[in-house]
C-alpha cells in the first residue's frame, strides 16, 4: 500500500454530493468484482462523524501495478463530467494506519421477526417476544445508499474509520474496498 489515487465528487447543482459519491461507490465496487481485485482498499478523508457523512473525496490505496490496472478501465464512464481524480500518488512516509470496515447493523426489529419467523415457523406473537422493538440498534455512523445487484434490494453500507495507529496490517480487501483487519495509510 505504497500509492494512492484521490477521486474528488465535483459541486453539481442537479445532484447532492451524496448520490453522486454513491453512484461512484457503486462503480468502483463493480470494477472491483469484475478484476477480482483484493489488493485496493479505500478510505474517506473528509468523513464526518458530526453530521455524518463521508465527505466528498474517495481514496483509493494500494500499489502501483493494482491501481494503474483499475485505472486503466473505463469503470468512470459516465462520472467523468462529476469527478476528478489523480494519477498515483506515493504515500507520504509520515502516514498512520487505519482500518476502514463495514459496519452492519440490525436497525429493524419487524425485519428480524419476519426473518425468524421464515426460519423457525414460528408466529408472530412468539417472534414479537423474542425480539421486542427494544432490540432495534442504530448506527451514527456515514454510510453509502446502495441497490443490490443480486436482491435488488436498497441498503446502507455503514462505514466506520479505525483509530489511526502507527503500524500496518497487510490482509485481503472485500470487493467494496473495504476490509475488518487490513489497515491502509491514513494522512
Known amino acids: 500500500m505504497d500509492h494512492h489515487v484521490d477521486i474528488d465528487v ?7 454530493a451524496h448520490q453522486i459519491m454513491a453512484a461512484l461507490y457503486v462503480k468502483l465496487h463493480r470494477a472491483l468484482v469484475a478484476q477480482n481485485s ?6 474517506f478523508p473528509g468523513f464526518d ?12 490505496h494500494g500499489d502501483i501495478a493494482a491501481l494503474s490496472a483499475l485505472l486503466a478501465g473505463d469503470w468512470l464512464a459516465g462520472m467523468r463530467d462529476h469527478v476528478t481524480l489523480t494519477q498515483p500518488i506515493r504515500v507520504p512516509e509520515t502516514a498512520k494506519h487505519c482500518a476502514v470496515r463495514r459496519v452492519q447493523v440490525k436497525s429493524s426489529p419487524e425485519r428480524l421477526r419476519r426473518r425468524l419467523m421464515r426460519r423457525h415457523n414460528l408466529d408472530a406473537q412468539e417472534a414479537q417476544q423474542r425480539i421486542p422493538d427494544e432490540a432495534a440498534r442504530l448506527a451514527n455512523l456515514p454510510f453509502v445508499q446502495l441497490r443490490s445487484t ?18 500496518a496490517i497487510a490482509a485481503d480487501f472485500n470487493a467494496y474496498g473495504l476490509s475488518q483487519m487490513a489497515t491502509i495509510p491514513w494522512f
Open 38 to 43: 483484493t489488493r485496493i482498499g479505500v478510505s
Open 49 to 60: 462523524l458530526q453530521a455524518p457523512h463521508l465527505g466528498t473525496r474517495l481514496r483509493l
Open 150 to 167: 443480486s436482491t435488488g434490494q436498497t441498503f446502507r453500507l455503514f462505514i466506520e474509520h479505525g483509530p489511526a495507529q502507527s503500524n
Open 10 to 16: 465535483q459541486p453539481d447543482p442537479e445532484f447532492p
